[in-house]
């Protein structure tokens, strides 16, 4: 299984700031990323696919970059509503396989 | 409105059977694969595997391999996701979800609300 490995595991941050998520996958990946938010209580939403492309509908505040086996999440400046876990998905090959999973705080 | 809406809450003993179901709308459901993803409490997301209506094609996870069945009924464009035997660790949300584009495996860009499974004795 293709092994995706996402740091921090949480992080806390102030309202305006740069916040930054990486994700490794133990195998090449290419550009077959996906992100996701996903709020307590709530179905996971798509942020991000194939690594670098803004989902319909998403704030551009939200980015995502990298290919082979290291990608990065940026939200550009937080906002309160961007409490939630955010999660990195490969689609490379099967088993699909997701990352453990980072979550976020407002300082 | 493209939409999954699931089935309801589910309490269940140690043994029983169980069968939740995904109802689709809004789009050709022969077309897409349907994906099920369990959370158990407190923890990530994990993939159980994915059918194609179409023509019933079936991948499941290693983990979950030959513990649930993935069955899709084209009539009613509904996906149903069976235990035959549930166990206290099948205790999860579950969700179904389905990928941006037709017989791809992309980001998974619409989800059901999920159905909450708890088994105990």
């Known amino acids: 299984d293709n092994q995706m490995t996402q740091s921090p595991s949480s992080l806390s941050a102030s309202v305006g700031d740069r916040v930054t998520i990486t994700c490794q996958a133990s195998q090449d990946i290419s550009n077959f990323l996906n992100w996701y938010q996903q709020k307590p209580g709530k179905a996971p939403q798509l942020l991000i696919y194939?690594?670098?492309y803004l989902e319909t509908g998403v704030p551009s505040r939200f980015s995502g970059s990298g290919s082979g086996t290291h990608f990065t999440f940026t939200i550009s400046s937080l906002q309160p509503e961007d409490v939630a876990t955010y999660y990195c998905q490969q689609y490379e090959n099967l088993p699909l396989t997701f990352g453990q999973g980072t979550r976020l705080e407002i300082k | 409105e493209v939409q999954l809406v699931q089935s309801g809450a589910e309490v269940k003993k140690p043994g029983e059977s169980l069968k939740i179901s995904c109802k689709a709308s809004?789009?050709?459901?022969?077309?897409?694969?349907i994906a099920w993803v369990r959370q158990v409490p407190g923890k990530g997301l994990e993939w159980m595997g994915f059918i194609y209506p179409g023509d019933s094609d079936t991948r499941y996870s290693p983990s979950f391999q030959g513990q649930v069945t993935l069955s899709a009924d084209k009539s009613i464009s509904t996906a149903y996701l069976q235990w035959s035997s549930l166990k206290a660790s099948d205790t999860a949300m579950y969700f179904c979800?389905?990928?941006?584009?037709?017989?791809?495996?992309?980001?998974?860009?619409?989800w059901g609300p999920g159905t909450v499974v708890t088994v105990s004795s």
């Open positions: 809004g789009f050709s459901f022969t077309n897409y694969w």
């Open positions: 194939e690594a670098s």
């Open positions: 979800a389905r990928p941006k584009s037709p017989a791809g495996i992309d980001g998974f860009s619409v």
